[in-house]
């Protein structure tokens, strides 16, 4: 389902700085499906003018202004909104199986909600995507590692290197595991990607963590 649809279904929109009548949020979420169209359409970013959102949202650029700055503030509206949601989906690990509750793999919200969105996130990852959204997305994702990983951290104590590179590392790996995925033609499912991201970092990840022998834990994954 693509981004601007769900948030037609669901009304998740960021809350606007005053309580305002119905007329400025449906303001707010029309700008908001415009920007995803344009994006989806796998535009240059960089290339998406204002001028171009309201015509497609039928805004007025007067108005448009009296929302957003400028359109990166008007994607990032949504965004943060999106990314804290999917932050709280993923639960943190155990220190004793490196999974979650349910039994998958950390990463496998991500990659399914990568899938959901698969337009939006080849614009926006891709060649002509946004530098800015990159920087914005590793930063979301780092944290969520940081947040989720500790129990991990509880068991084993502190780890060779920084607590806050790990996370940093694992975001940068994951990013470009996404922007392989999302070139091909045939790709693996969400569970395969995740399963894949976990194989190729917990060893190392671990062994900086204090914990030698992983072959046990990968069993589970």
């Keep these: 389902m693509a981004v601007h649809e769900r948030h037609r279904q669901t009304g998740i929109m960021a809350s ?8 400025w949020q449906r303001t707010r979420n029309a700008l908001h499906e415009a920007l995803m169209e344009l994006i989806e359409e796998e535009r240059d970013y960089d290339q998406i003018h204002v001028r171009e959102i309201c015509e497609r949202a039928d805004v007025a650029r007067p108005t448009f202004y009296l929302h957003f700055k400028d359109k990166h503030e008007l994607l990032w509206s949504s965004m943060e909104v999106e990314f ?46 946004s530098a800015g959204f990159i920087l914005r997305y590793l930063e979301h994702m780092a944290d969520a590692f940081y947040q989720k990983h500790a129990p ?26 996404i922007q392989w995925w999302l070139k091909q033609d045939r790709p693996p499912s969400a569970d395969e990607m995740a399963r894949a991201f976990t194989c190729l970092n917990a060893p190392g990840v671990l062994s900086a963590m204090g914990l030698r022998d992983v072959s046990d834990l990968l069993e589970n994954v």
């Excluded at 606007?16 to 007329?23: G, I, V």
């Excluded at 698969?118 to 614009?123: D, K, T």
């Excluded at 502190?158 to 595991?177: R, Y």
């Design 16 to 23: 606007p700085p005053l309580k305002k009548d119905r007329r």
């Design 84 to 129: 804290e949601s999917l932050r709280t989906r993923m639960r943190p690990i155990h220190g004793d199986t490196l999974l979650p509750d349910d039994g998958r793999p950390l990463t496998f919200i991500v990659f399914e909600h990568v899938a959901a969105n698969r337009g939006f996130y080849r614009a926006m990852l891709g060649k002509h995507g």
């Design 152 to 177: 991990l951290r509880e068991r084993l104590g502190d780890p060779e290197f920084a607590p806050e590179l790990i996370p940093n590392h694992l975001a940068g790996s994951l990013v470009g595991m």
